[in-house]
Nanobody, 122 residues
């Protein structure tokens, strides 16, 4: 059974930083591309970033480049998302997901975590 478990969310002041983690089990982690998505209240889920199975190629939503950094540790079966200079508009539930081909389309992802809440106060 595949499980993706996000952690690291919380309440943070604007300008602060967070590192989200996603622990994977039940799949060959190093064979999957991984992605981060987020969904703010009343909005559709949006792509944040994706990373190739080896970690060599990374992809970011154009509007979020510069403040978000995706990385992975295949030895630990863990995906990360570093978020710097947090803004109130970053408030959302952040989800990690696994895909055979990393890309921005959420329909291409086979497995999803339950999400972790990030709330940024102004």
């Amino acid at each position: 059974q595949v499980q993706l478990v996000e952690s690291g969310g919380g309440l943070v002041q604007a300008g602060g930083s967070l590192r989200l983690s996603c622990a994977a089990s039940g799949l060959t982690f190093s064979a999957y591309g991984m992605g981060w998505f987020r969904q703010a209240p009343g909005k559709e889920r949006e792509f944040v970033a994706a990373i190739a199975p080896s970690g060599g190629a990374k992809y970011y939503a154009d509007a979020l480049k510069g403040r978000f950094t995706i990385s992975r540790d295949n030895a630990k079966n863990t995906l990360y998302l570093q978020i710097d200079s947090l803004k109130p508009e970053d408030t959302a539930v952040y989800y990690c997901a696994a895909t055979l081909r990393p890309n921005p389309r959420d329909t291409e992802y086979n497995y999803w975590g339950q999400g972790t809440q990030v709330t940024v106060s102004s």
